[in-house]
């Protein structure tokens, strides 16, 4: 590991300073402390976050949830009000990683957690997120864990977080600190760049912008469910997960919110495919059209192609889940 | 770098390098080796402590963040001749064969059991809102984040539900 220097925030314009000039934050430190190890991340400055006042859950006025950005993993899972009204987002944070470090992990940091991309983390091999115009090692290479969707040629990597694609299809906003001393909210989908040309680039927070909270809104009626395939039982990262909240009416799709995870560089949610559900009657054909919609520009890299038909049948088994038996 | 923390109920103050993790604080400059590092990111749990009563990876702590915690490993869960009831199970029986993920097996069961005694539901927990039970499949669940390379997990699992008050 780097040396750095470490600075622990006692306020967030403290930590805003201390961050802006070079530093880099750490809350449970069980990314970025793995990433420095490998020295793919070698921070000058450490910016321990840990101390600021950012761990309640409050509910706020028109009847969501203010969720602060070190509440951790397990609180957040752990929450009567999430296990009751927003079970998609206990069930996400269940299925990732494990107790011990779902204990560390915090809201914040999950959202910003990096690839899990084998080149990424092999600092001799090439990759344009690590070292821009270094080329991209995965594209031919052992990519079977990588994106299908809003890929570039330049970066193939998937966002690992199963909390956020839940927060995606909950239609949460995340509320930032700008290093310059707004507050701002944005929803969670604006939060997330594509690689396009510049994959080393993920968010459009600047040097010291701080997370200070995720904010979901009010409950909506339906179903929850979030459905995570992977390579062994537990303590494992998405190959493919759908977040979804889904409501029948009349016989009829009335809400179809949908995420996905493992597919795209970005917790992914596809308004084209919602709206092909809403207003008709849940078929497997309807099904099929929804994940024709999703996976139109869908595109396998050799090893990662078995995700194609995978989503489509994730997809499948999580609406007929949601809209099975509901009132026709 | 100046770290003062409890480590089994003593104070400690620690001069290291920021970059030091609480887990090598422990084994290398402490002289406490009973947390073990396995894979050194966060992947095997064979360096699970508590702190402030919670396991967590010691590996992927930075000692110089727990400034003012309570770390407890393993060494301060029972010693020979008053092993807590965890340590006392898995001796009994056979939770472990060459030992070495025993200790963070060992802590990580020490807080389960607090866990489901609080009511947190798990990965395979059915109903989100209702009490979790000692099943094998909660077991296995909560316990996945201490890997066994020599597959001791049937007794680990029989020495978590002695421990829990069932005799297994
Ligand atoms: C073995 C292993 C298995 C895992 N499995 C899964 C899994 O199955 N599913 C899953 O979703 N995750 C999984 N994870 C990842 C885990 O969820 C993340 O490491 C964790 O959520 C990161 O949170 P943290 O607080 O520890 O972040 P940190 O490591 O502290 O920070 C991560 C990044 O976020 C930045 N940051 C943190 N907080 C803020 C803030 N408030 N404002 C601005 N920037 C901030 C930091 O600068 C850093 O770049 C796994 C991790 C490991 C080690
Ligand atoms: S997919 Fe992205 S992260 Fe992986 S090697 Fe290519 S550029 Fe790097
Ligand atoms: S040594 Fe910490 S998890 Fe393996
Ligand atoms: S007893 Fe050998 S690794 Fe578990």
């Not at chain 1, 690839?115 to 290479?141: H, V």
Request: charge should be negative; hydrophobic fraction near 40%.
């Amino acid at each position: 590991m780097r040396p750095f220097d470490y600075h622990r925030a006692t306020a967030p314009d403290d930590a805003a300073r201390a961050a802006a000039s070079g530093g880099t934050f750490i809350a449970g430190g069980t990314n970025l402390v793995d990433l420095m190890k490998l020295e793919v991340m070698a921070p000058e400055r450490l910016v321990d976050i840990t101390r600021l006042d950012m761990r309640g859950i409050e509910e706020t006025g028109d009847g969501g949830l203010r969720i602060g950005a070190l509440v951790s993993n397990t609180d957040l899972a752990n929450d009567a009000r999430v296990r009751r009204d927003w079970p998609v987002l206990s069930r996400a944070l269940l299925s990732g990683a494990t107790q011990q470090l779902r204990n560390k992990a915090t809201t914040g940091g999950n959202l910003l957690q990096r690839t899990r991309c084998l080149y990424f983390y092999d600092r001799a091999m090439p990759c344009n997120k690590r070292e821009p115009g270094s080329g991209c090692g995965a594209m031919e290479g052992f990519n079977r864990i990588l994106a299908v969707l809003g890929t570039s040629d330049h970066c193939i990597a998937t966002h690992p977080s199963d909390m956020a694609v839940a927060m995606m299809a909950l239609g949460a906003e995340v509320e930032i600190a700008r290093a310059g001393g707004n507050t701002e909210r944005l929803p969670l989908d604006d939060l997330y760049l594509l690689p396009g040309d510049t994959p080393e680039r993920e968010t459009v927070l600047a040097p010291g912008d701080l997370i200070t909270a995720v904010i979901l809104p009010a409950p909506v009626a339906g179903r929850q469910s979030y459905r995570k395939v992977r390579d062994r039982a537990s303590y494992a990262f998405a190959l493919v997960s759908v977040a979804a909240v889904v409501a029948v009416e009349d016989g009829k799709v009335a809400r179809a919110d949908l995420a996905f995870g493992g597919l795209a560089p970005k917790p992914w949610r596809d308004k084209d495919v919602e709206a092909a559900l809403l207003g008709q009657p849940p078929s497997e054909a309807l099904f099929d059209k929804a994940a024709d919609i999703l996976l139109a520009k869908a595109q396998g890299h050799g090893a990662n192609d078995f995700k194609i038909p995978l989503a489509r049948r994730v997809l499948s088994a999580v609406l007929t889940e949601l809209t099975e038996g509901a009132a026709a | 770098m100046q770290t003062s923390l409890t480590i089994n109920g003593e104070t400690r103050q620690l001069d290291l390098d920021p970059r030091t993790s609480l887990l090598d604080a422990l084994r290398h400059h402490l002289g406490l080796t009973g947390s073990k590092k396995g894979c050194d990111h966060g992947q095997c749990g064979a360096c699970t402590v508590l702190i402030n009563g919670r396991r967590v990876n010691a590996c992927l702590s930075l000692l110089c963040m727990h400034e003012g915690d309570e770390v407890v490993p393993i060494e301060g869960l029972g010693q020979p001749g008053a092993l807590s009831p965890m340590q006392q199970a898995f001796v009994e029986k056979d939770g472990y064969q060459c030992g070495y993920c025993t200790p963070g097996q060992i802590c990580s069961a020490t807080a389960m059991l607090e866990e489901i005694a609080q009511g947190w539901p798990s990965h395979v927990t059915a109903d989100l809102e209702a009490r979790p039970e000692l099943t094998t499949e909660e077991i296995s669940e909560r316990m996945s984040g201490n890997l066994c390379r020599c597959s001791a997990y049937p007794n680990i699992v029989d020495a978590i539900r002695k421990a829990a008050g069932e005799t297994a």
